[in-house]
């Protein structure tokens, strides 16, 4: 081929594509230059900004009623409200709330929720592997061990007290070997409290302060109850002092007057002070949680928290 017809070819080779390409554009005006509709990229900045809005996390415990009803319509309600992680407690027969381990999972990401950390009452040194493989394909960061496992925790209906049999000795044993599976499925474990381990046992013993002192550090560590904490007339702070980087998860709920649950900001928990020292805390994530709500509906509950630490200062 000689130059002037090589010329020739080229430009109407370019003719063709411009003329292509004003097609495209007449037959798509809100295209842009990315390929994407203008409505589109719109939609997704709206949505992008309504979850960097978001923040902190919702122990869906609080409302583990509407979760039985309808967990998906209340997982929604709890993105809507402006959380961003939450805390399952809703653990039975392989599942999560009814939903397969993979089924919450995609789910959680439809409404751009994060697994952060899942309360499993039910682990054994049996079942262990089978419930944390399950943690692990739900996305869970953290395997929580709610109360003394297998048997040793004690409820009584009629004083409202809780308690544990089998010593703290035995309890930081039962941990580590739970710790140890936790860690070779690629998770964390967290023992949560409530006001019991605050408290000298039989033999003198102060289980927490066993807890923190003789499990292993590398495979044990705390989620913090600030309620039962304060309920059982100990101090966060001292214990984020004298056990630096211990506490991973806070479990954020307040204390009205009369030492009943409360809606964060409506009771008499200094979380400003607390909130200071999450540094030393080691602090990573807080669930805003509320075991009972009396004077209102959960869902309510959860609005009034979410705008209370916003206020607070929680991140």
């Not at 496992?149 to 308690?163: R, V």
């Not at 941990?175 to 499925?185: H, I, Q, T, V």
């Amino acid at each position: 081929m000689n130059k002037s017809k090589m010329k020739l070819s080229i430009n109407h080779l370019a003719m063709v594509l411009m003329l292509f390409g004003a097609i495209s554009c007449k037959e798509n005006p809100n295209k842009n230059t990315a390929g994407e509709d203008a409505t589109d990229v719109d939609n997704t900045i709206e949505k992008a900004d309504k979850v960097n809005e978001r923040l902190g996390g919702l122990a869906l415990y609080t409302v583990r009623d509407a979760m039985g009803e309808d967990a998906k319509t209340t997982l929604k309600t709890v993105a809507e409200t402006g959380y961003q992680n939450i805390e399952a407690a809703g653990y039975a027969d392989g599942k999560y709330y009814n939903m397969s381990p993979m089924d919450f999972k995609s789910y959680l990401e439809e409404l751009d929720l994060n697994p952060i950390s899942t309360h499993q009452s039910s682990v054994t040194l049996d079942n262990a592997d089978v419930e944390m493989a399950h943690a692990k394909e739900a996305g869970f960061e953290y395997f929580v061990v709610p109360i003394p496992p297998m048997g040793l925790f004690s409820y009584d209906q009629a004083t409202s007290k809780m308690s544990m049999t089998g010593g703290a000795k035995n309890l930081a044993e039962i941990l580590d070997k739970l710790g140890e599976r936790a860690n070779a499925a690629g998770l964390k474990l967290l023992y949560h409290n409530h006001d019991f381990e605050f408290m000298k046992d039989s033999d003198g013993i102060v289980p927490i302060d066993y807890l923190l002192e003789n499990c292993n550090a590398e495979l044990v560590n705390f989620q913090m109850d600030l309620f039962w904490v304060t309920k059982a007339g100990a101090d966060p702070v001292t214990y984020f002092e004298k056990y630096p980087g211990r506490f991973k998860i806070w479990h954020v709920k307040d204390m009205n007057e009369e030492g009943k649950f409360a809606p964060v900001g409506n009771g008499t928990i200094d979380f400003a002070r607390i909130l200071a020292e999450k540094e030393k805390s080691g602090m990573r994530y807080y669930m805003v949680e509320q075991d009972q709500t009396f004077t209102m509906e959960p869902l309510e509950a959860i609005k009034v928290s979410q705008k209370a630490i916003k206020e607070i200062g929680f991140k």
